[in-house]
C-alpha cells in the first residue's frame, strides 16, 4: 500500500483508492471544496498580488539554489505543488502577458529539475473509431452519421506496433472509441503479443469498462492506462457526456489506480460552459488522483456535433493550463498533446517549453487515421506514416531536447523498476 502524508497533498488520492465505489460521490465533493475553499468564501481576489504569492510559494519550495538536469532525476518533493490552493491556481491561469512569461519560465524550471531534458514519444494507434458514447464535442460521438467506422483487425494492430517499435518508439497507446466489439480478452492478447515482441510499454486508452474488465487487461501486461476525467464539474460533465457521470468516471479510475495501473487523466480547456475556475478544479482534481500522465489540450469544435458552433479552447489558456500542471504535478508526464498542436503551428514548441516533456505521434496507417476525427484538422493528418520522427527530432533538437531512450515509466519510485503485474483482485 503506497502511504501519503497530508502534507504532499494527496491524502484525497488515498481516500479515493480505499472507497468503496458508493463513497465516489462524496469523495469528489470534498475535492471541490479543498483546498481553497476557506478562500472562496471570502471571494476570490484576483490581484497581481495573488499571482505572485503563488509564484513564490513554488520558488520557496524550489530553494534557492535548485540543481538543474545534471541527468539525474531529482525524484522527491511531491509537496512542490501541494501548497497551491484553488484560488493560487486561478491567479496563476489569469495571468496577463508579463505574468505569463514568469509562469513558463517556472513551470520549464520545475519540468527540466523533475523529469529532465529528455523528451518521451509515445507512438499511438487509433483502432477503432466506433463508439457507443454520445460525448457532444466528440467526432466519434455515436449520434454522428456522416463518418465512415472502421476497426483494425488484431493482426493489422500487431503489425502497426511492431513497425513502431521498430521506428523507435518505447511506448506503444492503443486508443479507440467506447467499442465493445474487442471483449477485454481480445484488448489483452493484444497486448501480451505486443510486449512478447517488442519491448515496450503500452498504454491503453479505450474507455469506460468494468473492474473485471480492466483486470484482465492489467493481468495481460498493460503498463498504463489513460483516461481523461475531461471536466471536474459535474454538472458540465453531465450536460457533454449524455447518461454518464463524472462519479462513474472517477471510479474507473480509482479501479485503474488500484489494479496497479500508471494512471493518465486530464481535461479540455475552453469547453463551452466552463470557466477559469473549473479549469482550477480539473489541476486539483489531477493533484488529488495523484495521475503518473496528464493530457491537457484545448477544445476544437467539429463541424458534426451540437457543438459545432462553439468557439476553440484558447491557446494561452492551454498552455497556461499546462504549466500550472506542472508546477502541481512536478513527476507527472504531461504531453504536448496534438489538440494544442492543432491549434497553432509553433505550439508542440510552446508547450515543451512550459511544462510538457512527452509528445504522442501518430503510427495510425493514413486509411484510417483520416476517420479517427475526434477534431477537424488535426495535425496528425499531415504527419507521415511513421508518426514524424525525423520532423520532431529536429525540432527536439533545437530545443536542446533529445529524444528519450527509455520507456519512459513515471519517475515516482513506485515505478522505478519495471512494472509488476499487480495481484489484486478483479472483484
Ligand atoms: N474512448 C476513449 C478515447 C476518447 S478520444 C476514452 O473515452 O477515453 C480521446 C480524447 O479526445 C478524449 O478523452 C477527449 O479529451 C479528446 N477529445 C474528443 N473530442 C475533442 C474535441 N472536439 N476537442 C478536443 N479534444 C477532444
Given at each position: 500500500m503506497r502511504r501519503y502524508s497530508v502534507r504532499d497533498g494527496t491524502l484525497y488520492a488515498t481516500a479515493f483508492y480505499l472507497a468503496p465505489p458508493?463513497?465516489?460521490?462524496?469523495?469528489?465533493?470534498?475535492?471541490?471544496?479543498?483546498?481553497?475553499?476557506?478562500?472562496?468564501?471570502?471571494?476570490?481576489?484576483?490581484?497581481?498580488?495573488?499571482?505572485?504569492?503563488?509564484?513564490?510559494?513554488?520558488?520557496?519550495?524550489?530553494?534557492?539554489?535548485?540543481?538543474e538536469a545534471r541527468g539525474v532525476r531529482a525524484v522527491t518533493s511531491p509537496v512542490?505543488?501541494?501548497?497551491?490552493?484553488?484560488?493560487?491556481?486561478?491567479?496563476?491561469?489569469?495571468?496577463?502577458?508579463?505574468?505569463?512569461?514568469t509562469l513558463f519560465a517556472l513551470a520549464d524550471k520545475v519540468r527540466k529539475r523533475f523529469m529532465g531534458n529528455a523528451v518521451h514519444l509515445r507512438g499511438i494507434?487509433?483502432?477503432?473509431?466506433?463508439?457507443?458514447?454520445?460525448?457532444?464535442?466528440?467526432?466519434?460521438?455515436?449520434?454522428?452519421?456522416?463518418?465512415?467506422?472502421?476497426?483494425?483487425?488484431?493482426?493489422?494492430?500487431?503489425?502497426?506496433?511492431?513497425?513502431?517499435?521498430?521506428?523507435?518508439?518505447r511506448t506503444i497507446v492503443l486508443q479507440s472509441g467506447d467499442d465493445f466489439h474487442y471483449r477485454a480478452d481480445d484488448i489483452a492478447r493484444m497486448v501480451e503479443r505486443i510486449k512478447r515482441t517488442a519491448a515496450v510499454a503500452v498504454t491503453l486508452s479505450v474507455g469506460e469498462r468494468s473492474r473485471k474488465e480492466y483486470a484482465v487487461m492489467r493481468q495481460a501486461g498493460a503498463d498504463r492506462f489513460l483516461?481523461?476525467?475531461?471536466?471536474?464539474?459535474?454538472?458540465?460533465?453531465?450536460?457533454l457526456h449524455p447518461g454518464m457521470t463524472l462519479d462513474g468516471r472517477l471510479e474507473c479510475l480509482a479501479h485503474l489506480r488500484d489494479l496497479g495501473f500508471q494512471v493518465g487523466s486530464g481535461n479540455i480547456v475552453g469547453l463551452p460552459g466552463q470557466t477559469v475556475r473549473t479549469i482550477a478544479k480539473d489541476v486539483v482534481l489531477l493533484r488529488a488522483l495523484d495521475v503518473e500522465m496528464a493530457g491537457i489540450g484545448p477544445f476544437i469544435p467539429h463541424p458534426d456535433t451540437p457543438l459545432a458552433s462553439c468557439p476553440p479552447g484558447?491557446?494561452?489558456?492551454?498552455?497556461k493550463a499546462l504549466a500550472v500542471?506542472?508546477?502541481?504535478l512536478p513527476l507527472a508526464h504531461l504531453p504536448a498533446t496534438t489538440a494544442l498542436a492543432t491549434l497553432h503551428p509553433d505550439a508542440r514548441r510552446m508547450g515543451l517549453s512550459c511544462g510538457a516533456n512527452v509528445i504522442?505521434?501518430?503510427?495510425?496507417?493514413?486509411?484510417?487515421r483520416r476517420l479517427y476525427e475526434i477534431y477537424p484538422g488535426s495535425i496528425a493528418l499531415r504527419a507521415p506514416e511513421d508518426g514524424?520522427?525525423?520532423?520532431?527530432?529536429?525540432?527536439?533538437?533545437?530545443?536542446?531536447?533529445?529524444?528519450?531512450?527509455?520507456?519512459?515509466?513515471?519517475p515516482k519510485p513506485e515505478w522505478a523498476r519495471a512494472t509488476r503485474v499487480a495481484h489484486t483482485s478483479a472483484h
Open positions: 458508493k463513497q465516489v460521490h462524496r469523495l469528489h465533493s470534498m475535492i471541490s471544496t479543498v483546498p481553497g475553499e476557506r478562500h472562496e468564501r471570502r471571494g476570490p481576489r484576483m490581484t497581481e498580488h495573488n499571482f505572485a504569492s503563488a509564484v513564490k510559494k513554488i520558488q520557496d519550495a524550489l530553494g534557492p539554489d535548485c540543481p512542490l505543488g501541494a501548497e497551491l490552493t484553488e484560488d493560487d491556481i486561478v491567479a496563476l491561469l489569469d495571468a496577463g502577458p508579463q505574468e505569463q512569461q494507434i487509433e483502432f477503432s473509431n466506433y463508439c457507443v458514447r454520445d460525448c457532444l464535442y466528440c467526432g466519434l460521438r455515436r449520434d454522428n452519421r456522416k463518418l465512415a467506422r472502421y476497426r483494425m483487425s488484431i493482426d493489422e494492430i500487431l503489425k502497426v506496433a511492431a513497425k513502431a517499435a521498430a521506428a523507435g518508439y483516461l481523461k476525467h475531461e471536466t471536474a464539474d459535474p454538472d458540465l460533465y453531465r450536460r484558447d491557446l494561452a489558456m492551454s498552455l500542471a506542472r508546477l502541481a504522442m505521434p501518430n503510427v495510425t496507417p493514413l486509411e484510417f514524424g520522427i525525423a520532423e520532431i527530432r529536429t525540432m527536439l533538437s533545437s530545443l536542446g531536447r533529445p529524444v528519450s531512450d527509455t520507456c519512459g515509466h513515471s
